[in-house]
Every structure is written in structure tokens, then in C-alpha cells.
């Protein structure tokens, strides 16, 4: 049982807007900064958010990342059907003094 | 561009140590500033981060791992190393090696990962 709590799944059909959830506590999102991964099938993760809301070079502002309290949110919008992916939050966790990723979600593009 | 490439045997008996190594190329190892992390992912699960060795040689380990988890450096080759001793089929996991710029950077670059099974 993973520390983050994310769903399972999500869905959407191209061009629309989607955002997956990430409920986490006190000592970690709380505490700390969420970073977001996106994993295509087959491949390894890749750094899509960090710092909340920051994107790397090169992922396009589709995607966008929140927090508030103990939760996070990543949004995709303008969806397309490459950004079918397992996505995954992560942070630090003052407790545990762990990183801990959420058991991610998996975004079907219908 | 940083690239980085898991290496190590892709078979490992139980109770035997397995041994990783990740060769960094496009910056070096030694970069001021710079986490050099082990993640590893169940077969179909999720992702488990198991230590990081620093660009000044400190590690830190996972607490969960700790007692089994050797991370290393060695700046001549610009590699870092994973050994993770007395292995049992709950460690048969794709495992991989990743850079992160600072704290609250998140791991910037990864491997592409290397799948490590145990068994006899």
C-alpha cells in the first residue's frame, strides 16, 4: 500500500482536460514539494513536474501541477493520445525519511 | 544531455548479493550539487526508491533497505554502484539508476532500467 493515494485510473477522449490526484499527509505533501513522472509503457519514468508546478525543459504546457494541503493534482489538457501513461507522484516524506511515490495512475486516451 | 545505463547481472540466486552498476556520460559524476539515486519497480507495481549516494560520496538509504543496501562511486570510471545483499524473490524488480539536480528537483534523468530476477 503505497504512502501517496492516488486512482487507479483515469480517462478522456482527445482534446479534453483530466487531472489525477495525489492525497497524501502532513509529513509529506504537507511538508515537502511534489514531483510528478510519466512512465509509457515499456520505458522509465520521466520528470514531467517538479516543485508543485515547475516543468522541465521540454514538456509542453499541457501538462500542470497544483498543491494544496495535503494534496496534489496534475492536470493534462488538450489531451492527445501519446499521453496515454502510468503517471506517478512523488515527494519526500519527513517521517519515514523516504521518498514516496504514490501507486500511480494509468490514463487511457479513449 | 546527462544519459545514464544500468549494467549488472540480469540473474541473481537467493541469498546472493546483487550488483549494479550505472555509467554516467554527457557530465560528470563529480558535479557539484548532484544526488545519484537507485529507484526500482516491482514487476507491475509501482516505484520504490532505494538510496542515493551524493557528488561528495554521503548516501543515504532507504530505512525499509538499509541494512542490505551498499551504494558507491567511483569517479575514475564516472560510475555508481548498487549492491544489495541476502536477495530473495520479493527483490526480482526492473531497477533503475537516476540523477537528481537538488532536493526538491525530482530525478531528472533515469536509465532505461534493467530487469533483475531471483531465483535459483
Known amino acids: 500500500q503505497s504512502v501517496l493515494t492516488q486512482p487507479p485510473s483515469a480517462s478522456g477522449t482527445p482534446g479534453q482536460r483530466v487531472t489525477i490526484s495525489c492525497s497524501g499527509s502532513s509529513s509529506n505533501i504537507g511538508s515537502n514539494t511534489v514531483n510528478w513522472y510519466q512512465q509509457l509503457p515499456g520505458t522509465a519514468p520521466k520528470l514531467l513536474i517538479y516543485r508543485n508546478n515547475q516543468r522541465p525543459s521540454g514538456v509542453p504546457d499541457r501538462f500542470s501541477g497544483s498543491k494544496s494541503g495535503t494534496s496534489a493534482s496534475l492536470a493534462v489538457s488538450g489531451l492527445q493520445s501519446e499521453d496515454e501513461a502510468d503517471y506517478y507522484c512523488a515527494t519526500w516524506d519527513d517521517n519515514l525519511n523516504n521518498w514516496v511515490f504514490g501507486g500511480g495512475t494509468k490514463l487511457t486516451v479513449l | 544531455q546527462v544519459q545514464l545505463q544500468e549494467s549488472g547481472p540480469g540473474l541473481v540466486k537467493p541469498s546472493q548479493t546483487l550488483s549494479l552498476t550505472c555509467t554516467v556520460s554527457g557530465g560528470s559524476i563529480s558535479s557539484g550539487g548532484y544526488y545519484w539515486n537507485w529507484v526500482r519497480q516491482h514487476p507491475g507495481k509501482g516505484l520504490e526508491w532505494i538510496g542515493y549516494i551524493y557528488y561528495s560520496g554521503s548516501t543515504y538509504y532507504s530505512p525499509s533497505l538499509k541494512s542490505r543496501v551498499t551504494i558507491s562511486v567511483d569517479t575514475s570510471k564516472n560510475q555508481f554502484s548498487l549492491k544489495l545483499s541476502s536477495v530473495t524473490a520479493a527483490d526480482t524488480a526492473v531497477y533503475y539508476c537516476?540523477?537528481?539536480?537538488?532536493?526538491?528537483?525530482?530525478?531528472?534523468?533515469w536509465g532505461q532500467g534493467t530487469l533483475v530476477t531471483v531465483s535459483s
Open positions: 537516476a540523477s537528481q539536480g537538488c532536493t526538491a528537483c525530482g530525478f531528472g534523468y
